[in-house]
């Protein structure tokens, strides 16, 4: 449905015809961490997040998985290294 409460005008999942169904019945604003994001919209009350109601859950735990101006990067792996083959290989 469409919400009717702060963003009004957007399609929300929470809103029900008896109003906001989200915790406290209204959605919260954008942190300071979803600056930059595209996900990150204007409207007559604030800056929201248009992906979730509440973003500093999101940001809780680390980075926002929904962050579109967030790269994650990949976690290098260590390698094993069999210590025989490599006492044989320093002996070289």
Do not use: D
């Not at 919260?28 to 994001?37: I, L, M, V």
């Not at 290294?81 to 070289?92: D, G, L």
């Amino acid at each position: 449905m469409v919400c009717t409460t702060v963003r009004k005008g957007v399609e929300c999942a929470f809103m029900t015809a008896k109003g906001c169904s989200y915790n406290s019945g209204t959605c919260y604003q954008a942190t300071e961490a979803c600056n930059g994001c595209n996900r990150r919209a204007e409207f007559s009350t604030g800056w929201y997040c248009t992906a979730v109601p509440e973003p500093s859950m999101k940001w809780k735990n680390g980075n926002c998985n929904l962050a579109s101006h967030i790269t994650a990067q990949p976690a290098e792996a260590a390698k094993k290294i069999n210590p025989i083959k490599a006492s044989k290989r320093s002996k070289k």
